[in-house]
């Protein structure tokens, strides 16, 4: 039986544990690559961090620096055609930009992507788009499925993925979300079910796994306001499963406040223990509060936990395991913003995952090193068709532009309320990196070298973490392969 959790207890330092690198990397020449680390590529990386930006595009990247500089890379100017319009030039603004860059593919089972079609008119992209389950069991398992289906293939089956990989290596693994813990990309990590839909069996099986490390919202007595209900809404994991998590009937340290969230981020951690943080609100820490926002922060922000507290307090507890661990983080309002064409909510939530993209690598560089530890920004699908104004009217790309000093840009256009079908940005750091760089083997003529979103997982399952015992995870084609596009 475990208590919630306690607090202002003594931090408990993070176990550091490096391991001797076998080869020396080489320079990988992307666009703002950097070396990558040395390390001892057949083993793979020791830890995994896989940040998402749910619906977060080269367009919203764009969009957030423009609001903060004035200025970004990844905006595209030039008319539609085969060869694509051309992607300008930029400073980075975020520490993560100057990581090694791919792109990633992201279109679900029985569909594709094709690189000239899809500069070549704004609808190819507009079609064919996967949604958050499928592209987190992709991402996860290395497996294509249908939009809906999570954890498993197009015929139910379940798959495994690289959180329950993890465990049999006897490293650590966890999931953190902005939004509810149970909702399709942190469920996809963690969980197997014929539809996304079913929350209360999704937190379930969540609930009962060997997982060490769970956080995100779905709290039953709270709205989007963090204000209590008159009477809880189960909608995010069951009345049964809530009870045992917050009278301290199961096996899982609880948190729920911001100060017992802040102290698993102060160190208030022990190796072996299981944590559970649920924040108080229904279903999104920021995004869903009342109010229109005109400007990012003219609406007060509810008092509750921030995605970056939650990722330190994550990698503190997972850190504690000698054998490594394997964390998901997720800024998921990002495409909820998305969806409702919120530009203001949009950057609000850009910046809260940047800030826990900085928070995660303060952490490698204090408790880890780039030699064991891989780091990857990215997104599962673009949210919105965020881009330049007027561009299917005048028949070109027009860059983005305004903004600067935190002003709000005023060349952007939303031109879909639903996902799109375009490659993702995919930024990467530390141990691995040569080997994510050699998987990439086709070009897109205006985002360069891509990958697919079964990349990572097949590397993970099938070349990395295996065991002597294992049968090799869930093989599929091979990647030179599965990264082709297959026509519509």
Do not use: C
Request: overall charge negative.
């Amino acid at each position: 039986m475990r208590t919630s959790l306690r607090i202002g207890a003594a931090a408990v330092a993070t176990t550091v544990a490096t391991t001797v690198a076998t080869t020396v990397a080489t320079t990988v020449a992307t666009a703002g690559a950097i070396a990558p680390a040395t390390a001892a590529e057949s083993q793979g990386p020791k830890n995994i961090i896989y940040m998402i930006g749910d619906g977060m595009g080269y367009g919203h990247v764009a969009f957030n620096n423009l609001y903060e500089t004035g200025q970004s890379k990844y905006l595209v100017d030039g008319a539609f055609s085969a060869e694509g319009p051309e992607e300008l030039d930029g400073e980075s603004v975020q520490r993560f930009e100057d990581f090694n860059r791919l792109s990633m593919t992201t279109y679900p089972n029985n569909s594709s992507y094709d690189p000239q079609k899809a500069w070549a008119t704004h609808e190819y992209v507009d079609k064919g788009y996967t949604d958050s389950s499928a592209a987190g069991t992709a991402m996860f398992t290395g497996v294509k499925t249908d939009n809906g289906k999570l954890g498993v293939n197009d015929y139910g089956h379940e798959q495994e993925n690289t959180s329950e990989r993890a465990k049999k290596a006897g490293k650590s693994a966890g999931v953190v979300s902005s939004v509810p813990f149970s909702h399709a990309t942190p469920a996809a990590w963690a969980a197997h079910n014929i539809s996304r839909g079913n929350y209360l069996e999704i937190a379930d099986e969540m609930f009962n796994s060997d997982l060490d490390v769970i956080m995100g919202a779905g709290h039953p007595f709270y709205d989007d306001d963090n204000k209590k209900k008159d009477e809880a809404k189960y909608k995010y994991l069951s009345e049964e499963v809530y009870n045992k998590l917050s009278s301290g009937e199961s096996d899982w340290n609880y948190a729920e406040t911001k100060e017992q969230f802040e102290a698993l981020a102060q160190g208030d951690v022990a190796a072996g223990e299981k944590y559970f943080g649920l924040a108080p609100v229904a279903s999104t820490l920021q995004q869903g509060r009342t109010g229109e926002s005109a400007e990012p922060f003219d609406i007060p922000f509810n008092e509750v936990v921030d995605l970056p507290t939650m990722t330190t307090g994550a990698l503190n507890a997972l850190g504690q395991n000698d054998e490594g661990f394997h964390v998901m983080i997720e800024g998921g309002a990002i495409d909820w913003s998305g969806h409702g064409n919120e530009s203001a909510r949009d950057i609000e939530e850009v910046q809260d995952f940047n800030k826990s993209v900085d928070a995660a690598i303060d952490w490698v560089e204090e408790n880890s090193s780039w030699d064991e530890t891989l780091l990857v920004v990215t997104a599962d699908h673009e949210t919105g068709y965020l881009s330049g104004a007027n561009e299917r009217s005048d028949g070109k790309f027009n860059s983005m532009n305004g903004g600067g000093g935190n002003t709000l840009p005023s060349g952007h256009q939303w031109y879909s309320t639903q996902h799109t079908n375009q490659l993702v940005p995919f930024f990467f750091k530390g141990a691995g990196s040569e080997a994510l760089r050699a998987k990439a083997t086709h070009t897109d003529p205006v985002r360069g070298d891509y990958i697919d979103n079964t990349t990572l997982a097949k590397l993970t399952l099938n070349e990395w973490w295996i065991k002597h015992d294992d049968q090799g995870g869930n093989e599929q084609a091979d990647d030179s392969a599965s990264d082709q596009p297959r026509q519509q």
